[in-house]
């Protein structure tokens, strides 16, 4: 039967099959246009499914799981549109959103409950903007379906992404990531709210070779460490997407590894949902994506072939390129591809559509009225959650006296200094904030009047520029990522139609006797780039240009803000200062005219983020010296640790701790606030200041939460999510994954800087009265364990009471102890509280490689602390 005349008997026989009840639910527009049975909401989903199967073509279903498709107009299927909710929503970025701190900062509240309800929040948000937000480009409203969160274990601090990931440890990852999965995709009987994707499965934990590295893992260390958060994602969150790594693992691309996919994700965890790859990762398991300068794999010949092995591989159901539309139906015509293989990949896609209820009518949802100012309504969270992912590392007296938490009643003046005291470091994947507020004025705001602020604004190298980072970019290519637009004439104004065009990541290029694109002459051409950013927050940019060889126009908005006329002989740069609202687009055009006999050409743009100059003219000293009490704001940011680039350098920029240096001599009533994607390694800062607060990226609330901390409104009482090593030569390689040669705090065999769990309070708290429900244990039984906690000083603080297991028998790759169980509680100043534990046996179990399999020892030690190198109560167990 061919496929035209089975459309005229489904239509039919759907006309003959709606009840009048159930047409009256469905859309008056989907009624009246499409009378079939897909868009029957009463029918099962797989009963749809079979429907809307049944009537389209291979090339249809190719742009339903395929990203920036036209979907299938002549049934009203709209395409499905990806997004990213991070650490909050940030797609698309021209909405404004609440802005929370970044992932690793939620890890270190070490409170699942509250990131269940940063969830919540986040989702409700997704759904206002899904039924209430203006109209995008696209012809969406906004996402449903979301890219997120990112699970890769952090294992090495070198790895540019710790920001988005949830720690070293799997049990507290999987804690926190599933309750965030569970908030986003909500509890209602018959919708998801949204559908989560956990990201990037699995090992993907270098930017420096993400797209062709081998990640060497065992399958013991498989089971053991970076498998678990994800199989609770899928297992008690019901995650519905899952996205897979650019890497290979032990010499398999992610995106062909039936035996990780297949086998394991859906085999053994039950995953109902649908996979993707990343982004562009199919095309990399040729030689790359070579328009973009990115080598791959270099497995098969061209994209046709990689298309096929995926498909074969029974991997992928989704394509955030343009493969499953393109070169997938090549591959089904040359019948390299059997068309049971994309029915699998769309039935997939469509069912958690079909969940989301993208094809019902709106009506039916129970978010339909979540007005679009939803959208920037959770500030007392985000406050909250940034309060509680304040980890104090350090609190030493200064003269006999605690310097933490600062008096204003005894400050007439305090000095606010550094890189970060004015500058709001969201990290990746941010959302755009409405009235974020930077430390220096959660300082001001707290002092008023009764304290003078001295500001003194960091002086950075003004000729540094940074390229606009892709999440930045709002104008995408078709695979969905940020891009600019080149177009290239052959001449030198830029005039006429362009003979060539293509796109470009960044404006970064050197070019030596030959040309941009090929067609041109080398002597005399001229090139166009455009692209539209939003910004990361509002205040006075620097734009600026790097240029050889050519006469260069920048343009915002269409309106210019620079001109260069360059040399033919020397690198010349030039800088403009633009005031960008955060709230806004705008369009950059950059134009480049080749000038004649030049042998070379180099041309780079960036920017630099606003540094605001007011309120004290002076040097760092020169303020430390005056001021009673000084707060410096150092640390990292996008610019050095983000996704693609790595961190190059442990510890500190060394200009921070040249003045560092200069600021603790002159007044050692220094606290130092950190602000970090990961760990500091610092040993010199750890001997020198006295007061050191890791706030991490704290979110547009950073600056409140930082000043309520400082001042004791706020007792810190978030926990470290990772080890801070002394040194990056206390590490194994970086590419290697094997954690028995020392990763973590299982497997350390240094002393750390500060080790996993630790975080300081300004109040006393003790532990005692540790029992276990019982001392020998059946295999299949539960371990029952109660510890009482006491606040034993003068303030109400936070304690987060951490069990561990160290294993007392013998076998392979044996940890030093093992986090198995967490609260977070708060307890009144002179206030007890017991708490209980249940921990099932089997938790305890580990990867027997002989085996293949689970197996137990028989004798394990129980131990309570509040940090991993603060064990105060241990007692024995055995296992029957």
Same mark, same amino acid.
């Given at each position: 039967?061919?496929?035209?005349?089975?459309?005229?008997?489904?239509?039919?026989?759907?006309?003959?099959?709606?009840?009048?009840?159930? !047409?009256?639910?469905?859309?008056?527009?989907?009624?009246?246009?499409?009378?079939?049975?897909?868009?029957?909401?009463?029918?099962?989903?797989?009963?749809?499914?079979?429907?809307?199967?049944?009537?389209?073509?291979?090339?249809?279903?190719?742009?339903?799981?395929?990203?920036?498709?036209?979907?299938?107009?002549?049934?009203?299927?709209?395409?499905?549109?990806?997004?990213?909710?991070?650490?909050?929503?940030?797609?698309?970025?021209?909405?404004?959103?609440?802005?929370?701190?970044?992932?690793?900062?939620?890890?270190?509240?070490?409170?699942?409950?509250?990131?269940?309800?940063?969830?919540?929040?986040?989702?409700?948000?997704?759904?206002?903007?899904?039924?209430?937000?203006?109209?995008?480009?696209?012809?969406?409203?906004?996402?449903?379906?979301?890219?997120?969160?990112?699970?890769?274990?952090?294992?090495?601090?070198?790895?540019?992404?710790?920001?988005?990931?949830?720690?070293?440890?799997?049990?507290?990852?999987?804690?926190?990531?599933?309750?965030?999965?569970?908030?986003?995709?909500?509890?209602?009987?018959?919708?998801?709210?949204?559908?989560?994707?956990?990201?990037?499965?699995?090992?993907?934990?270098?930017?420096?070779?993400?797209?062709?590295?081998?990640?060497?893992?065992?399958?013991?260390?498989?089971?053991?460490?970076?498998?678990?958060?994800?199989?609770?994602?899928?297992?008690?969150?019901?995650?519905?997407?899952?996205?897979?790594?650019?890497?290979?693992?032990?010499?398999?691309?992610?995106?062909? $590894?039936?035996?990780?996919?297949?086998?394991?994700?859906?085999?053994?965890?039950?995953?109902?949902?649908?996979?993707?790859?990343?982004?562009?990762?199919?095309?990399?398991?040729?030689?790359?994506?070579?328009?973009?300068?990115?080598?791959?794999?270099?497995?098969? +010949? =061209?994209?046709?072939?990689?298309?096929?092995?995926?498909?074969?591989?029974?991997?992928?159901?989704?394509?955030?390129?343009?493969?499953?539309?393109?070169? !997938?139906?090549?591959?089904?015509?040359?019948?390299?591809?059997?068309?049971?293989?994309?029915?699998?990949?769309?039935?997939?896609?469509?069912?958690?559509?079909?969940?989301?209820?993208?094809?019902?009518?709106?009506?039916?949802?129970?978010?339909?009225?979540?007005?679009?100012?939803?959208?920037?309504?959770?500030?007392?969270?985000?406050?909250?959650?940034?309060?509680?992912?304040?980890? !104090?590392?350090?609190?030493?007296?200064?003269?006999?006296?605690?310097?933490?938490? #600062?008096?204003?009643?005894?400050?007439?003046?305090?000095?606010?200094?550094?890189?970060?005291?004015?500058? #709001?470091?969201?990290?990746?994947?941010?959302?755009?904030?409405?009235?974020?507020?930077?430390?220096?004025?959660?300082?001001?705001?707290?002092?008023?009047?009764?304290?003078?602020?001295?500001?003194?604004?960091?002086?950075?190298?003004?000729?540094?520029?940074?390229?606009?980072?892709?999440?930045?970019?709002?104008?995408?290519?078709?695979?969905?990522?940020?891009?600019?637009?080149?177009?290239?004439?052959?001449?030198?104004?830029?005039?006429?139609?362009?003979?060539?065009?293509?796109?470009?990541?960044?404006?970064?290029?050197?070019?030596?006797?030959?040309?941009?694109?090929?067609?041109?002459?080398?002597?005399?051409?001229?090139?166009?780039?455009?692209?539209?950013?939003?910004?990361?927050?509002?205040?006075?940019?620097?734009?600026?240009?790097?240029?050889?060889?050519?006469?260069?126009?920048?343009?915002?908005?269409?309106?210019?803000? !620079?001109?260069?006329?360059?040399?033919?002989?020397?690198?010349?740069?030039?800088?403009?200062?633009?005031?960008?609202?955060?709230?806004?687009?705008?369009?950059?055009?950059?134009?480049?005219?080749?000038?004649?006999?030049?042998?070379?050409?180099?041309?780079?743009?960036?920017?630099?983020?606003?540094?605001?100059?007011?309120?004290?003219?002076?040097?760092?000293?020169?303020?430390?010296?005056?001021? =009673?009490?000084?707060?410096?704001?150092?640390?990292?940011?996008?610019?050095?640790?983000?996704?693609?680039?790595?961190?190059?350098?442990?510890?500190?920029?060394?200009?921070?701790?040249?003045?560092?240096?200069?600021?603790?001599?002159?007044?050692?009533?220094?606290?130092?606030?950190?602000?970090?994607?990961?760990?500091?390694?610092?040993?010199?800062?750890?001997? $020198?200041?006295?007061?050191?607060?890791?706030?991490?990226? +704290?979110?547009?609330?950073?600056?409140?939460?930082?000043?309520?901390?400082?001042?004791?409104?706020? $007792?810190?009482?978030?926990?470290?999510?990772?080890?801070?090593?002394?040194?990056?030569?206390? #590490?194994?390689?970086?590419?290697?994954?094997?954690?028995?040669?020392?990763?973590?705090?299982?497997?350390?065999?240094?002393?750390?800087?500060?080790?996993?769990?630790?975080?300081?309070?300004?109040?006393?708290?003790?532990?005692?009265?540790?029992?276990?429900?019982?001392?020998?244990?059946?295999? =299949?039984?539960?371990?029952?364990?109660?510890?009482?906690?006491?606040?034993?000083?003068?303030?109400?603080?936070?304690?987060?009471?951490?069990?561990?297991?160290? =294993?007392?028998?013998?076998?392979?790759?044996?940890?030093?102890?093992?986090?198995?169980?967490?609260?977070?509680?708060?307890?009144?100043?002179?206030?007890?509280?017991?708490?209980?534990?249940?921990?099932?046996?089997?938790?305890?179990?580990?990867?027997?490689?002989?085996?293949?399999?689970?197996?137990?020892?028989?004798?394990?030690?129980?131990?309570?602390?509040?940090?991993?190198?603060?064990?105060?109560?241990?007692?024995?167990?055995?296992?029957?």
């Amino acid at each position: 039967m061919t496929a035209r005349r089975w459309n005229h008997i489904g239509k039919a026989i759907s006309l003959c099959i709606f009840s009048p009840m159930a !047409l009256a639910a469905m859309s008056g527009e989907a009624i009246a246009r499409y009378p079939i049975p897909f868009y029957d909401h009463s029918l099962s989903i797989e009963e749809r499914l079979d429907d809307i199967s049944a009537r389209l073509s291979p090339a249809e279903k190719g742009q339903m799981i395929s990203m920036n498709s036209r979907g299938v107009p002549r049934l009203g299927l709209k395409s499905l549109e990806p997004g990213v909710a991070q650490h909050g929503l940030s797609t698309p970025r021209s909405n404004a959103t609440t802005v929370f701190p970044t992932s690793i900062a939620w890890a270190a509240t070490w409170e699942p409950r509250l990131i269940r309800q940063a969830g919540d929040a986040v989702s409700d948000e997704i759904r206002a903007q899904y039924h209430n937000g203006p109209m995008q480009r696209s012809g969406h409203r906004g996402p449903l379906l979301m890219y997120s969160p990112t699970i890769n274990m952090a294992r090495d601090p070198r790895w540019g992404r710790t920001q988005e990931a949830y720690g070293e440890d799997p049990v507290l990852a999987g804690e926190i990531v599933t309750a965030y999965v569970q908030g986003l995709q909500g509890e209602h009987p018959t919708y998801l709210k949204s559908a989560t994707g956990p990201k990037h499965f699995v090992a993907n934990n270098e930017e420096h070779n993400r797209f062709h590295g081998d990640a060497v893992i065992s399958e013991k260390q498989l089971r053991e460490y970076y498998f678990p958060a994800y199989k609770q994602a899928v297992e008690e969150g019901n995650a519905k997407i899952v996205m897979t790594a650019y890497n290979a693992l032990n010499g398999e691309p992610a995106v062909t $590894n039936t035996w990780l996919v297949r086998d394991v994700l859906r085999g053994e965890w039950g995953f109902d949902g649908f996979v993707i790859g990343d982004y562009g990762s199919v095309r990399m398991l040729t030689h790359g994506w070579q328009e973009r300068g990115f080598s791959g794999h270099g497995i098969y +010949p =061209d994209d046709v072939a990689s298309t096929a092995a995926v498909m074969n591989a029974d991997t992928l159901d989704y394509d955030n390129t343009r493969l499953f539309r393109s070169e !997938l139906m090549t591959a089904i015509e040359q019948e390299q591809v059997a068309q049971d293989k994309l029915d699998r990949a769309f039935r997939n896609v469509m069912r958690v559509a079909l969940q989301l209820g993208i094809y019902d009518p709106e009506t039916l949802s129970p978010w339909k009225d979540l007005p679009f100012e939803t959208l920037t309504s959770f500030k007392p969270l985000a406050l909250e959650l940034a309060e509680k992912s304040m980890v !104090l590392l350090q609190n030493e007296p200064v003269e006999e006296a605690l310097l933490l938490p #600062l008096d204003k009643s005894k400050l007439k003046s305090v000095a606010v200094i550094g890189p970060n005291a004015d500058v #709001l470091n969201y990290g990746t994947y941010s959302g755009t904030a409405t009235e974020p507020v930077t430390a220096l004025q959660g300082i001001r705001d707290y002092l008023g009047e009764d304290v003078e602020v001295l500001y003194v604004p960091w002086s950075q190298n003004t000729q540094t520029l940074s390229s606009i980072p892709m999440d930045n970019i709002i104008q995408l290519d078709e695979q969905g990522l940020g891009i600019w637009q080149a177009s290239y004439h052959d001449n030198r104004f830029a005039i006429g139609e362009p003979v060539a065009e293509s796109t470009v990541v960044d404006i970064d290029f050197h070019w030596r006797r030959n040309t941009p694109d090929p067609v041109l002459d080398s002597l005399r051409y001229s090139v166009t780039y455009r692209t539209t950013i939003v910004p990361p927050q509002s205040g006075t940019y620097t734009l600026g240009v790097d240029n050889l060889g050519a006469d260069v126009s920048l343009l915002v908005n269409g309106g210019p803000v !620079l001109r260069d006329h360059g040399s033919r002989t020397e690198l010349r740069s030039s800088r403009t200062e633009v005031y960008l609202d955060a709230t806004k687009s705008y369009e950059i055009s950059l134009v480049a005219m080749r000038r004649d006999n030049t042998r070379e050409h180099t041309l780079r743009f960036g920017w630099q983020l606003p540094q605001h100059a007011d309120q004290y003219e002076g040097s760092e000293v020169a303020a430390a010296k005056q001021a =009673d009490a000084v707060i410096a704001l150092m640390g990292l940011s996008v610019h050095y640790e983000r996704e693609s680039i790595d961190r190059s350098f442990e510890g500190l920029p060394a200009e921070q701790t040249e003045m560092l240096q200069g600021v603790l001599k002159a007044n050692p009533n220094t606290v130092v606030v950190l602000q970090s994607g990961s760990s500091i390694e610092s040993p010199w800062l750890k001997d $020198n200041a006295p007061a050191i607060l890791q706030s991490w990226y +704290p979110g547009e609330q950073g600056g409140n939460a930082i000043a309520r901390t400082l001042f004791g409104d706020n $007792n810190p009482g978030g926990k470290l999510p990772l080890t801070y090593v002394r040194s990056w030569d206390d #590490l194994p390689p970086f590419g290697d994954y094997d954690l028995s040669k020392g990763r973590t705090y299982m497997y350390l065999d240094k002393t750390p800087l500060w080790a996993f769990g630790h975080g300081l309070s300004y109040t006393q708290f003790d532990f005692d009265n540790l029992k276990l429900g019982k001392s020998i244990v059946s295999a =299949d039984g539960t371990i029952e364990l109660s510890v009482r906690v006491s606040n034993s000083g003068d303030l109400d603080g936070d304690e987060v009471v951490q069990v561990y297991v160290a =294993d007392r028998f013998e076998r392979s790759e044996r940890p030093k102890q093992r986090l198995k169980a967490f609260e977070r509680i708060s307890l009144a100043a002179g206030a007890s509280k017991t708490l209980r534990f249940a921990i099932d046996v089997q938790d305890l179990a580990y990867w027997d490689e002989e085996a293949e399999g689970w197996a137990l020892g028989d004798r394990y030690e129980i131990r309570v602390g509040n940090a991993s190198d603060k064990i105060l109560l241990t007692d024995t167990l055995e296992i029957d």
